[in-house]
């Protein structure tokens, strides 16, 4: 069986590890220490750092193809590889726009895909450019570091181009982050269209999710979309499809959009397995970690058909409490058909250790079955609900 490495060794190569043993296939991991999430499950792991050419190159020798479980390999290295020889999937090209939101957003707009109104925020004349970009959309503006932002990390809502705002803007200048604006997009709620796309151009479409952030982290994703129009759905489905095949991805798309009173605009594009897909293990027939491996295998895609009218995936955060023992035995006994999963990471507060998912006909019912789980495993009975 070929060696597909995937770089990093968080829960996202954890889980593709799971779906590599159904496959019968070989997963490789390059992680930065033996405690990484996927570390401790793979039997074929490689300690070293996706910021060194040198590791990367030792890592690959021997597989088939090199996949990611995050964006943060310098994009000149993935090249480098691909210099070498190495099939990365995606590749350095396609990857760079999910690396690089400023690229991302002049690649989209010039191809027409819907976009919020952005700019580039030169350094030399950062806080001039914002004021501009302010007067152009209007207040709040939201700043984005174009690069290595994550969770919410990297981005500030500013309300005015006021002090506050000039002396943010000399400290990041400062720190050589480089920036971009957008508009301060007033959503309905935000929506995830993930797709995955072979070498040889087939591509398979999930269905439309709704996704809910909470403090810039993922907090819960409802699959399908509830309510979603028809015809919506669809063209976010052909928009995610049409992204992949422009920008010559292949593996997943997770492409993030906001649902507005005039359709759907683009967020921003992930290649690799995507907190919005994880509902995918037990609500799809084909897994998106599954389909990520069949991909970039370039093997046939495997179907996206739902098994069950509603899955609800919501993530479980560290709490304060690191024993979390009792309240999964809890949560356990009190709802058998609630699937529970670990990441294998030490508990600290505020941290993504894990996911619920639950599943049904009743949408209120699922949803307070996965946010009962998803809470008691965090703080256990003496937190009360917070929705
Ligand atoms: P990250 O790279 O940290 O995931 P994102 O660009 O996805 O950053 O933004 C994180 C969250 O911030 C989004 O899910 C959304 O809730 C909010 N956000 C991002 N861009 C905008 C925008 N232009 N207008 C309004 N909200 C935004």
Request: aromatic content about 6%; some cysteine.
């Amino acid at each position: 069986m070929p060696v597909v490495g995937m770089v990093g060794g968080g829960q996202l190569a954890r889980m593709t590890q799971q779906a590599a043993i159904g496959l019968g296939a070989q997963l490789r991991v390059l992680a930065a220490s033996p405690q990484d999430s996927a570390a401790r499950v793979c039997a074929d792991v490689r300690i070293g750092e996706h910021t060194s050419l040198e590791d990367l190159r030792g890592f690959v020798k021997g597989c088939v193809v090199v996949t990611f479980d995050h964006e943060h390999v310098p994009p000149a290295f993935i090249r480098a590889l691909e210099e070498d020889g190495t099939a990365c999937r995606p590749g350095s090209a396609a990857l760079l726009h999910a690396q690089d939101k400023l690229v991302m957003r002049e690649r989209l707009s010039a191809a027409g895909a819907p976009c919020p109104r952005f700019a580039a925020i030169p350094a030399d004349t950062a806080l001039a450019a914002l004021e501009a970009f302010g007067r152009e959309t209007g207040w709040p503006v939201v700043l984005k570091a174009t690069r290595g932002g994550y969770d919410g990390k990297g981005l500030w809502i500013l309300p005015d181009a006021g002090p506050a705002t000039a002396e943010l803007v000399d400290r990041l200048v400062d720190e050589g982050v480089a920036l971009m604006a957008e508009e301060h997009v007033p959503f309905r709620r935000e929506l995830a269209a993930l797709v995955a796309r072979s070498p040889y151009g087939q591509g398979a479409a999930y269905p439309v999710v709704e996704t809910v952030q909470r403090d810039g982290i993922c907090h819960e994703v409802i699959a399908p979309a509830p309510g979603l129009d028809d015809d919506l759905a669809a063209e976010a489905q052909r928009l995610a499809l049409d992204i992949a095949a422009r920008l010559d991805v292949v593996g997943l798309l997770a492409v993030e959009l906001f649902e507005t009173e005039d359709g759907v605009l683009v967020n921003e594009l992930a290649m690799r397995p995507h907190n919005s897909g994880h509902w995918t293990i037990e609500g799809s027939r084909t897994s998106q970690f599954e389909q990520h491996l069949r991909a970039v295998l370039n093997l046939p895609l495997g179907s996206t058909e739902p098994t069950a009218r509603y899955t609800v995936m919501a993530n479980v955060l560290g709490g304060d409490d690191p024993d979390l023992y009792p309240r999964y035995i809890h949560v356990m006994a009190h709802d058998p058909a609630v699937k529970v999963h670990f990441y294998g990471k030490d508990v600290r507060p505020g941290r993504k250790i894990g996911h619920v998912t639950a599943m049904g006909d009743d949408l209120d019912e699922v949803l307070e079955r996965a946010r009962h789980a998803a809470e008691y495993l965090r703080s256990g009975p003496a937190m009360k609900e917070t929705r």
